[in-house]
Structure formats: C-alpha cells, structure tokens
C-alpha cells in the first residue's frame, strides 16, 4: 500500500535530485521549461495584458494599473505554470489593478539570471526562495526590502515557528523573507534489511528516532547479518550534504555554527567525538567520489542498510524509478545521544527586491500578504509547495498518508544556520574535509583546518 501511495505521489512531484543537490527546493510538477513566463508576455486577458499594460511589463500602467513580476525557483508546484496561473488568477480577482508576469528559474541558471537581471536595473519584484539567498545573499548586499510590517501585522511573528523567524531575518534587524513552507530532511533506512538482521529493535518506529547506541547496535546488527556496507559517507561534491551534517551533529549533540551565526563549531568535542566514531565504525565506509544522488541509487537499489540524504520528495520519485523494488523504505530522524534530533531544514518564501519603485513594492506586499494572510490562500500556497506549513496548524495533508508520515519530522527542525556568513565556503570546505577524515586524517587537526577556513571566510563577508 505504501509503494502505491508513493507511486500516486510521484505523479505530482517529478524525479528530483535538488534537495540532496544543494538543499534548494524541489523541482515538482512538469511545468514550463526554465526562463519561460506567464502573465503579460503571453496577452493573457485573467492578467490584464489588454487593459493597456506600460510596454516593459513593470511599475503603473497608462490606465493606473501597476506590472510587478514574480520569479520563482521550482519549489515544489511553484515551478508549475498550470498550477501558478490558477492562483495568481484567484489573486487577479480580487485586485485586477495589479497584474503579475511570472518567471520559472532553476537552480542551475537561476542565480545568474537574477546577478544579470540585478545589474541591469531590472530585478523582479517577487522572488520565491529561500534564506540562503533572500537573507544571506541579496539581502547582505542590500537589495531587498523589508518585510518588517508585514511580520508585525496581525501579530505573524507570535505565529512562526521560533527557526523559521530567526531564519527570516537579517542581521541588521529587518526581515527579508516572509516564509510560506517549510521541510525537514530526514534519512531512510531499508526495513525489510533491518527486520532480517534484527536490528528494528534499535529504532523508536512510532516516532521514527533512534538513539546514538542504537545506531551503533544496528550497524554492527546488519554486519553480523552479511550487511558489508551499511551506509556510507559520501563526499565527492557539496550534493546532499545536507545528510551528513546533520549526521555529525546529531549522534552527540554538536553544532555546525555558534546559535548567532558568527562562527562555525565543527571543532567542537561533540563533533570530534561523532567523527572519530564513523571513521572507526565497521560497516560506515567514507567515500570520496560520490555524492547524495548516488548514495540514495545504491540505497533504492538494494547496495546500502540506510540512505543519510532522504525527503519526502525523494520517497515519491524513487517509487517511480524503481517500481519494482522489494522492500519497504522507512524514514527516520537522525541518532542521537538523547534521542531528541535536531533535524537540518528547509524555508521557502517570498522576497521583495527593493527597485525604487514605491507602487511596486506596495503591490509586491499585497500579492504576499493575499497568498499568505487568509488561511484558505495560505493552505494553498503550502500545499502548492508540497512542504509543509511555517505555522502551527492543524494538519493540511488529512487525505495524503505519505505527507502525513513526513510530517513527523518538522517538529524536529533545528537551528538554520546556513545564513551565516562565508555559508559557500564552508560547504566546500566541509566535504573536502570529510574526504581527509575518510583517508585517516586525524579528525582533531582535520576539524581545525576546517574551522580556519570557514571563519576566514565568513571574516571577509562581514567587511
């Protein structure tokens, strides 16, 4: 039953790599091709494109209408040009003064499309993404508004959840982005594996947690059983990378940075001692040539006991691309020394570029606050990214067994650290230094060279 529900879910979120790629989103739904748009391009009457639009799609028209444009990365059906249409033309309803041209971005080109739009004086009004780059990009080079008021407004701070807010908002004080979804990415291990081996008595299956010691019962439980490689620490690229530091993190209760985002803690005595456990633990194989995407291939082929880089997105598209697997794939928090996970996440929401228009910035603020204020509209927007809500609210996926399952995890949510300053450098560094640990580095001098890259690097972002 499970495998079909994966199956009919897959048909809404197609075959997708990102999250384990670079923690941007998913891309969902089979909409238009990257760069194509909607709206006043196509002479769409639902968006006013014959009522006398201003001939570059943007600011006030000659019958006092204003053009703002939204740009969105594919988070979720985001990416969808069907299913974006229907709610900008719900919007369209209630304010036909302000008409919308949308955009679709992808993450391999999408940066450098906003870079060049931004140089040339014509950024979007409207960008959909998430604190990576409303918050820790843009907004550190002052091109965004702030969404400060709108935070204010109906008390919306008191609502978010506490990662979520402080996620949002810059360190100068001003928010940036205000968030519509949220997800948290979890790991998968191979139940039917795991049963065989004897090694379910090791997780916790109502609330998907394990202990650190259980975790290690299990690998060895699943070496004992003929298991050789029960998971594996990819490390050829950034992709998925995600997994294994929130793996790291977890299994004695470390940090990846200090709770301001100031300065990285990999050197931390709790990540030391994580670190030297996976370098010694038989059956845990460091692998310097491969990333996620190729971890969670051997994990829904059968090669691997646990996959460390898995999501709800990933469980519907490997359904698809292995239909006929034998086993059941089971989510699972990370292990940790408490049994309380501290899960690594994901927000997405809108963003304002500030282009000095005035009436713009002011429609851009009315098309969030409609996708956003209502509970109806809001539902939509989260549904629509195939995520979950940033607010605590009753449960909208009542009818999707699979999104119900996933939802476990967001209460697991941690700290969104990947706002701190010098955040590329230290991705590189992070997997470069996981390739020495696997070679036999040890892991106190590996974790140092770490930390004095990352932090000079995060130096020179702050001058």
């Known amino acids: 039953m499970k495998k079909m529900l ?28 990257k760069g194509e748009t909607s709206g006043p391009s196509e002479g769409n009457a639902a968006y006013g494109t014959e009522d006398g639009a201003s001939d570059d799609g943007t600011g006030p028209s000659g019958n006092g209408q204003t053009e703002i444009s939204l740009w969105t990365y594919p988070v979720g059906n985001w990416g969808n040009s069907v299913v974006v249409a229907g709610l900008i033309s719900d919007f369209m309803q209630q304010y036909p003064q302000i008409h919308i041209s949308v955009k679709y971005l ?17 950024a979007p009004d409207v960008v959909l993404e998430g604190p990576e780059r409303l918050i820790a990009d843009w907004g550190d080079k002052g091109l965004m508004a702030d969404l400060t008021d709108l935070w204010e407004e109906d008390k919306m701070s008191d609502r978010v959840y506490e990662n979520v807010r402080r996620a949002c908002r810059h360190r100068n004080g001003k928010y940036y982005e205000y968030p519509i979804c949220m997800t948290a990415h979890c790991m998968a ?15 916790d299956e109502e609330n998907h947690t394990w202990t650190t010691d259980g975790f290690i019962k299990a690998v060895k439980a699943l070496k004992d059983y003929g298991q050789e490689k029960a998971g594996i620490i990819y490390c050829g690229g950034q992709g998925g990378d995600q997994g294994t530091r929130a793996l790291v993190n977890n299994l004695y209760g470390g940090t990846f940075t200090d ?28 692998e310097p040539d491969l990333v996620g995407q190729d971890e969670v291939t051997m994990f829904c082929s059968g090669e691997l006991a646990m996959a460390f880089c898995w999501n709800v997105s990933l469980e519907a598209s490997q359904a698809a691309m292995y239909p006929e697997r034998e086993f059941d794939i089971f989510p699972m928090a990370f292990p940790t020394s408490d049994g ?33 204020e209502s509970e109806k509209e809001y539902i939509k927007s989260v549904q629509t990214a195939l995520y979950w809500p940033v607010r605590d609210m009753e449960d909208v996926y009542v009818n999707d067994d699979i999104m119900r399952e996933y939802s476990v995890f967001t209460r697991y949510m941690g700290d969104y650290y990947q706002i701190t300053p010098g955040w590329v450098q230290a991705r590189t560094a992070w997997w470069r230094m996981l390739q020495e640990v696997g070679k036999g580095k040890p892991v106190r001098m590996a974790v140092e060279d770490f930390v004095k890259t990352a932090d000079e690097a995060a130096e020179a972002a702050l001058q």
């Open 6 to 33: 994966a199956l009919l879910l897959a048909v809404c979120l197609s075959v997708s790599y990102t999250a384990c790629g670079g923690e941007d989103g998913s891309s969902a739904g089979g909409g238009r091709e």
């Open 259 to 286: 709770p301001e985002h100031t300065e990285y803690t990999i050197n931390s005595e709790e990540n030391i001692r994580a670190l030297e456990l996976l370098q010694g633990l038989e059956g845990i194989f460091f």
């Open 106 to 122: 992808d993450y391999a080109t999408g940066d450098e499309e906003i870079r060049e739009a931004v140089e040339a004086g014509g």
């Open 189 to 203: 291990i191979n139940y039917d594996m795991f049963e065989a081996a004897g090694a379910l008595q090791y997780i």
């Open 340 to 372: 309380i996970p501290s899960l690594q996440g994901g927000i997405w929401g809108f963003g304002i570029f500030d282009n000095g228009d005035e009436a713009r910035i002011e429609a851009a603020r009315t098309f969030i606050k409609f996708m956003t």
